[in-house]
């Protein structure tokens, strides 16, 4: 049995679909849609979207829709396509993006309510609650479009508590990820990686809209 799972998500028309550029040894490729797609590589797993958030729970807690059998689960948002074969610390639970922006929750609310990303009600009583529980300002700001983790207590913990938040709150998982790492006990390692470093070993395909 292979000891890793890449998975994604591809539901509705929002992103094109390719097979990878490049193979990861001792790995399986999973991807759940509701498209008509082909792949020579990946496991097409066709579902109906269940809910309105329902890559946004799979991207949170891909082990509890692939199962528990892999070391390590690997999600890639539909539209990223390694240029390399993927590079991270076996010893780090976590390893995603730093956001090239922002590094703060709080910031990330005021920039998704001027774009208009969630319904501006419901992200402000998130946010409003994170400010209530003492949440700090500052505290770091990741992007979820490349997550890899190690299957633990620790990175169990924090999906079940940022799937919870995604549920609750905003689709925006940027907007809950930090809280939950905040949040977990045992706290998992964080590593990211730069934006810089990310472009110049990835493809990024633009959405469709």
């Known amino acids: 049995m292979n000891k890793q799972v890449i998975v994604k998500a591809l539901f509705g028309n929002y992103d094109r679909w390719a097979d990878p550029l490049i193979v990861e040894e001792d790995t399986d490729y999973i991807v759940f849609t509701d498209q008509n797609i082909k792949s020579e590589l990946f496991e097409i797993r066709k579902t109906e979207r269940l809910k309105p958030k329902y890559e946004r729970l799979i991207k949170a807690q891909p082990w509890e829709y692939v199962g528990r059998q892999y070391e390590r689960y690997i999600w890639m948002d539909a539209n990223i396509y390694p240029r390399v074969p993927l590079s991270f610390d076996p010893d780090i639970d976590i390893t995603c993006l730093e956001h090239q922006g922002r590094n703060c929750i709080y910031d990330e609310y005021e920039v998704c309510?001027?774009?208009?990303?969630?319904?501006?009600?419901?992200?402000?009583?998130?946010?409003?609650?994170?400010?209530?529980?003492?949440y700090p300002e500052n505290n770091g700001l990741v992007q979820t479009g490349l997550m890899i983790r190690k299957l633990n207590?620790?990175?169990?913990?924090?999906?079940?508590?940022?799937?919870a938040q995604i549920q609750t709150h905003s689709r925006r998982d940027q907007l809950s990820f930090n809280y939950a790492l905040w949040k977990t006990t045992p706290k998992p390692t964080l590593k990211t990686i730069s934006w810089e470093d990310f472009t110049a070993t990835h493809k990024i395909i633009p959405h469709r809209r």
């Open 113 to 134: 309510v001027k774009l208009g990303k969630d319904n501006p009600a419901v992200m402000k009583q998130q946010v409003d609650i994170y400010r209530d529980e003492g």
């Open 153 to 163: 207590d620790a990175t169990l913990e924090h999906g079940r508590i940022w799937s």
